[in-house]
């Protein structure tokens, strides 16, 4: 399926059209921002790689019966998914403090948190994406008390099938954050799940691998997502199928 106009420009992908009503194309640039995006640079490769990254975590998830909202691999930069309506609210599960959980509780950098906890948080960066509440999400009528409950519970899923799938490459997946959507009246995994939306440390020297080394400007930062890509068994050069 081809890409037809542009329907909205984000700060690391763009989105288009197609011509099914009930598709779009994620095109990932190399584009890389942090802090709401006031510091935004382009990284060689970064969008291919992103691109491969999350069509494996995708793949993974779907086998592991979490339904998202991914459909497949159309190039290197570009994939295809269902179109969501989307629900304005981050889910943001952590298994280790760290970010900025740190400063709002003044809770130790590198607590392991037991059981992980979890947070919402107001898609809004001029507003610097506010930590919100259920009641919130209730109130201001951006999804339905069982949505609330389906997204909680389908973060944990994730959370579930990845922190094994990272542990077993030698890797913690520390936090990360998802978005969900509306798709004919089920709730579907809206988001990419990249190096770019989460946290991963080496389990021995706790190093860390992920968009941090960007934001902390710590350089190395694709080259860190491809060894992350490197340890999982992720082939950057398979064929684009389908
Ligand atoms: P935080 O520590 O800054 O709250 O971030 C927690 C995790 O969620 C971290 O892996 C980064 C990710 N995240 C995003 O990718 N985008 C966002 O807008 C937010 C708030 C968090
Ligand atoms: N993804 C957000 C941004 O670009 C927040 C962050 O990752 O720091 O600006």
Not at 89 to 115: F, H
Not at 144 to 161: G, H, P, R
């Amino acid at each position: 399926m081809e890409r037809k106009e542009q329907l909205y420009t984000g700060k690391a992908k763009s989105v288009f059209i197609t011509e099914s009503k009930d598709h779009l194309v994620l095109f990932f640039r190399d584009d890389t921002s942090a802090f709401d995006g006031e510091k935004i640079e382009q990284l060689d490769r970064k969008g291919m790689v992103n691109n491969r990254f999350n069509a494996f975590i995708m793949e993974r998830l779907e086998a592991a019966g979490i339904k998202t909202h991914y459909e497949r691999l159309l190039s290197d930069t570009e994939s295809l998914v269902k179109r969501l309506d989307m629900i304005p609210v981050e889910c943001v599960v952590r298994n280790i403090a760290t970010g900025s959980i740190c400063k709002r509780l003044g809770v130790e950098d590198g607590l392991d948190l037991q059981p992980p906890t979890f947070e919402f948080f107001l898609k809004d960066d001029e507003r610097h994406d506010p930590m919100i509440n259920d009641f919130h999400i209730r109130t201001f009528k951006w999804a339905t008390d069982e949505e609330v409950e389906q997204m909680k519970v389908l973060t944990f899923e994730v959370n579930q099938v990845l922190s094994g799938l990272f542990r077993e490459a030698g890797m913690i997946l520390v936090d990360f954050k998802l978005e969900f959507g509306r798709f004919n009246g089920s709730l579907l995994l809206g988001d990419e799940f990249t190096p770019d939306g989460c946290r991963v440390w080496d389990v021995e020297t706790r190093e860390k691998l992920d968009k941090d080394r960007f934001r902390r400007g710590m350089g190395q930062v694709v080259e860190s997502y491809e060894l992350i890509a490197s340890k999982l068994g992720i082939d950057m050069a398979g064929p684009v199928t389908g």
